[in-house]
């Protein structure tokens, strides 16, 4: 059974607080995704990696920074939080090979909230 | 600006009724994705359609891409409140690698 973990479900934090956000994957996949989904939004797309310390930004990757030191493991870091980066988080992976039809996984989401 | 939009955003209707979801863009996509999401889940992936004029089924659900692959629906045969929940298509362009993009989402709600 295919599984994406994060690390929490239920996040609160303060304004100008450093917060990590950890995702795991069991699937050996190269490709990893972080998205923030906001209602009326959709999921954006904050940065993305291809393979170990390799990262790329998405549409909206202001404010954040990602690492990926092994390939099952993608963080993402908010360097010091806002209210407006109250949100939840989806991290998601997937197989590089085969092309478009792979699946993409996500995991349970992460509800933050910075006051 | 937004590559993908659905409509409607918000849909609530009676068991038994039939709906249809529409996914909508001026870009050609290589594929798209349809993905149901529960309350603190994350998205569950429904189908994928690679070629234009592609049709499938999934029990209830029918899937179609459009002949230009620039668009897609998702109808749904006599709905259950089972089926509530946020569908969301996602198309990748061919450029994209494995990138996806998401359209907003549509909020279904099937009441008993």
């Known amino acids: 059974d295919v599984k994406v973990t994060q690390s929490s479900r239920y996040l609160v934090k303060r304004t100008g607080e450093k917060v990590f956000l950890e995702c795991v994957q069991d699937m050996d996949h190269e490709n990893m995704f972080w998205y923030r989904q906001d209602p009326g939004l959709g999921l954006r797309l904050i940065y993305f990696s291809y393979d170990v310390k390799m990262k790329e930004k998405g549409d909206i990757p202001e404010g954040y920074s990602v690492s990926r030191e092994k390939k099952e493991r993608f963080s993402l870091i908010l360097e010091s939080a806002s209210t407006n980066q109250t949100s939840m988080y989806l991290c998601?992976?997937?197989?590089?090979?085969?092309?478009?039809?792979?699946?993409?996984?996500f995991g349970p989401g992460t509800r933050l909230t910075v006051l | 600006t937004q590559l993908l939009e659905q409509s409607p955003q918000f849909l609530s209707i009676q068991e038994g009724e039939n709906l249809t979801v529409y996914c909508n863009s001026s870009?050609?996509?290589?594929?798209l994705q349809w993905y149901r999401q529960e309350p603190g889940e994350g998205p569950v992936l429904l189908v994928t359609?690679?070629?234009?004029?592609e049709v499938k089924k999934l029990k209830r659900l029918t899937f179609q891409f459009g002949d230009a692959r620039k668009d897609s629906s998702l109808h749904i045969t006599a709905a259950q409140p089972g089926d509530t929940g946020l569908y969301l298509c996602?198309?990748?362009?061919?450029?994209?690698?494995?990138?996806?993009?998401f359209g907003e989402g549509t909020q279904l709600t099937v009441n008993p």
């Open positions: 998601a992976s997937r197989d590089i090979a085969g092309g478009s039809t792979d699946t993409q996984y």
């Open positions: 359609v690679v070629t234009g004029g």
């Open positions: 996602a198309g990748e362009e061919e450029t994209s690698g494995s990138r996806l993009t």
């Open positions: 870009s050609v996509f290589s594929s």
